[in-house]
Nanobody, 121 residues
Framework: VQLQASGGGLVQAGGSLRLSCAAS???????MGWLRQAPGKEREPVAA????????YYADSVKGRFTISKDNGKNVVYLQMNSLGPEDTAVYYC????????????????WGQGTQVTVSS
């Protein structure tokens, strides 16, 4: 499956952004998620959603601020990001795994190009 992320940009601290990930295949066949990588840091999982969309998982650093959702009819996954802070500045990657295991995605089977999110203080 090919993944195309979009929606990144520059936003002030406290602002919001919504990322989108368009998949070439059926998102209902994959556990989908988002990872991010800040300069000089390792890539880290941010959020994930089950195949059906009924279960969601979040890193502690984004709980209560980010919301992941998916539209299996349109094969799109979203990441709504609120109350953004400079620590959220990173390249965000959409990812997918075929495994039915629950939880955040640590080793994607598929991932696309990233979208840059920059939060100014």
């Amino acid at each position: 499956v090919q993944l195309q992320a979009s929606g990144g940009g520059l936003v002030q601290a406290g602002g919001s952004l919504r990322l989108s990930c368009a998949a070439s295949g059926r998102t209902s066949s994959y556990r989908m998620g988002w990872l991010r990588q800040a300069p000089g840091k390792e890539r880290e999982p941010v959020a994930a959603i089950s195949r059906s969309g009924g279960l969601t998982y979040y890193a502690d650093s984004v709980k209560g601020r980010f919301t992941i959702s998916k539209d299996n009819g349109k094969n799109v996954v979203y990441l709504q990001m609120n109350s953004l802070g400079p620590e959220d500045t990173a390249v965000y990657y959409c990812a997918a795994v075929t495994s039915s295991t629950s939880g955040l995605i640590l080793r994607p089977d598929y991932w696309g190009q990233g979208t840059q999110v920059t939060v100014s203080s």
